[in-house]
């Protein structure tokens, strides 16, 4: 393929367009260039005032940095060349590395070639560290028109890269500094990492977590031989504690991500990439998920001296953007809040080190939202069986984003699948936000008339004419009014046929909206909707509360108003596709006592042979608790 088409990095400073999205808030950063040379009135000779406190970061908030799905954020090459963005040692108080070229101690990261060499001679096979697979995500590369490698991380004995950063520091440490033991602040991967690497090198390892770590997280440390101290609210606050008790015990503390060491072992993912893959010259990019930055500028800095042309892209979530903003800048900024959905990345201030490398090497930054990772995370279960982490799919997001705005065919890219530590109790958030994020599924907001046989009217009008449409979710209450709300779902293939829909519902009538892309109805408006009723007497006359099983086939909604619409009249209906065959439906209608025996005569010839349906009423007590929501 022609490699024009992949872009090239923004010049220095940004296009009109970016430059106008991007807002930051200045937070005590005047003063930064001013001279400290004062005059006197003896004449010309310069006395030094008193240095200046350390220049707060400039302060930015996520949300005003916006990035269509797939372009590429612009980088700043040149930069401000901040003396806060030059690394030093976490605690390092050695006055030779004070000066403006920062860490003396690690003089070869400067050098020409010196990560390409720092890579080569890691040490994280000794023990810990698998050689992880590169394999092809068929179904996707199908569905994409290009070549998606993954290359799977997630399968490392921690379930994530961490381990080779940690394991490369720790390895190079002298024999003394071990002894002594180690210690880092992590709420999650990186902790897992040390504490696997410290029990393999048989020395001792304190890891400091922020007192509302989640206790499998805690669990896992400490059965891998990590000493946990709970310290602090916040990660920020843990890594104070963990870089001050190094400084007191002379321990050695193991940065997550800026540090030259961490960077070199994270970067030999890079080099393993590129003894794997059949033809390097047929690699277009590699996409790797970003949040302090360590595993980017290592695989950055191996593959750009091997092979200069492969593009670098980095992917963050629109709610955790810290080195998107910061390349654009030109300088390392901090965020005022960070989106934990991707926890494994939500960094609110990026490395130095890192920052630098970036700066250098990386192509661009794509951002991408929580339901596009979800998506993500569906697309390689679907492939491999295997869950990652919102952090472990981010790649795959942004891949799959920069192919389509590019109208990329025929390309081959890399998709670093970086973890796999996911907590269960998130899988369902993940799972309501993936349909979404795929573009499979549309939720959508629709006025209906509160009437009897409306709900088979609304049905016919926006399924009769497109047999590929189903309904994923119904949430209706009824409304004494003349018009009621239904939230709603349906399944698509493609934006066409949602307009179509969308406008065959506006032309009769049934105002709609698509409400897809607002991910707090994901989250919150889908399971409030369809609460109490709307009703002049508080109760609903005659109403029957019922838990229907439904069969999961085509037609069966259509079916079911057949037999129920207009004859009796719905008042509620509460139901989501689960997946499975058949799902559960709450059903309300009113029913009048001499009406009792047709209905029941309806139901049974809804459970007739083949139909699937079943009919469950709610009395007594179970009533009285839903009636306590419900009326």
């Known amino acids: 393929m022609d490699r024009s088409m992949l872009g090239t990095t923004m010049p220095q400073g940004m296009p009109g367009a970016a430059q106008r999205r991007l807002r930051g808030t200045s937070a005590g950063v005047r003063g930064r260039g001013a001279s400290l040379v004062r005059r006197t009135i003896a004449g010309d000779r310069p006395q030094v005032a008193t240095p200046p406190a350390p220049a707060v970061p400039t302060l930015c908030v996520p949300e005003d940095f916006v990035l269509a799905p797939g372009e590429l954020s612009p980088v700043d090459r040149n930069g401000k060349n901040l003396p806060e963005d030059v690394f030093r040692c976490f605690g390092c108080t050695l006055p030779a590395c004070k000066g403006a070229g920062g860490c003396a101690s690690n003089l070869w990261r400067n050098q020409q070639d010196g990560y390409l060499r720092a890579i080569l001679t890691a040490r994280v096979y000794d023990v810990a560290v698998i050689q992880s697979p590169l394999e092809e995500a068929r179904k996707l590369s199908e569905a994409v028109g290009n070549t998606i490698l993954l290359k799977r991380e997630d399968l490392q004995p921690v379930f994530s890269f961490k381990l080779r950063g940690a394991y490369n520091k720790m390895a190079k440490l002298p024999a003394e500094a071990r002894a002594r033991g180690v210690i880092t602040s992590s709420a999650g991967n990186h902790a897992q990492g040390v504490a696997l690497a410290a029990s ?24 891998l031989g990590g000493q946990v101290v709970l310290v602090g609210e916040s990660y920020q606050e843990a890594q104070a504690a963990a870089v001050a008790r190094a400084v007191k015990e002379g321990l050695t503390f193991i940065p997550p991500y800026d540090d030259p060491y961490t960077i070199a072992g994270q970067g030999t993912i890079g080099d393993e990439i590129m003894r794997q893959i059949s033809d390097p010259e047929k690699l277009d990019a590699i996409f790797v998920p970003v949040g302090g930055g360590g595993l980017i500028a290592g695989i950055a800095a191996y593959t750009k001296a091997l092979k200069p042309d492969i593009k670098i892209f980095g992917v963050e979530p629109t709610g955790a953007n810290a080195m998107a903003i910061s390349l654009a800048r030109g300088e390392r900024v901090a965020l005022s809040r960070v989106d934990a959905f991707a926890d494994g990345v939500a960094v609110k201030q990026v490395g130095q080190e890192t920052f630098r490398l970036c700066r250098e090497l990386v192509d661009g930054i794509v951002l991408v939202d929580n339901s596009a990772v979800s998506a993500a995370i569906k697309d390689v279960f ?32 890399v998709a670093v699948t970086s973890g796999a530590n996911m907590n269960f109790e998130r899988l369902r958030l993940v799972a309501e936000l993936a349909n979404v994020g795929g573009r499979t599924e549309a939720m959508l907001t629709t006025t209906i008339p509160e009437r009897p046989g409306a709900f088979k009217e609304f049905i016919s009008i926006a399924l009769s004419s497109d047999a590929d449409l189903s309904v994923t979710e119904f949430k209706y209450r009824y409304s004494a009014g003349s018009t009621a709300q239904v939230l709603w779902g349906v399944g698509i293939r493609n934006p066409e046929q ?20 607002l991910e707090v109805a994901q989250v919150h408006l889908r399971h409030l909707a369809g609460g109490r009723a709307r009703s002049y007497t508080g109760r609903i006359e005659d109403e029957k509360i019922y838990q229907v099983t439904f069969p999961e086939r085509s037609g069966a909604l259509r079916r079911f108003l057949d037999i129920i619409s207009p004859a009796w009249n719905v008042t509620l209906f509460h139901y989501r596709n689960s997946g499975n065959r058949e799902s559960s439906v709450l059903l309300g209608v009113q029913v009048p006592k001499f009406d ?6 309806a139901v049974a010839s809804l459970r007739g042979d083949g139909e699937g349906f079943a009919f469950n009423e709610l009395q007594g007590a179970v009533r009285e608790v839903f009636d306590q929501f419900i009326q």
């Open 200 to 223: 393999r090198m048989g020395c001792t390892a304190i890891i400091c977590m922020p007192v509302n770590t989640p206790e499998i997280k805690v669990a896992n440390v400490r059965k």
């Open 382 to 413: 679907n492939e491999t069986r295997s869950i990652l982490e919102p952090a472990g799919a981010l790649a795959v997001a942004g891949a799959k984003a920069w192919l389509k705005r590019n109208s990329m065919k025929g390309a081959t890219v």
């Open 498 to 517: 949602l307009t179509a829909l969308t406008d065959r519902l506006n032309a009769a009538g049934m105002v709609s909206h698509d409400i897809s892309g």
């Open 596 to 601: 009792e025996a047709r209905f029941a005569t």
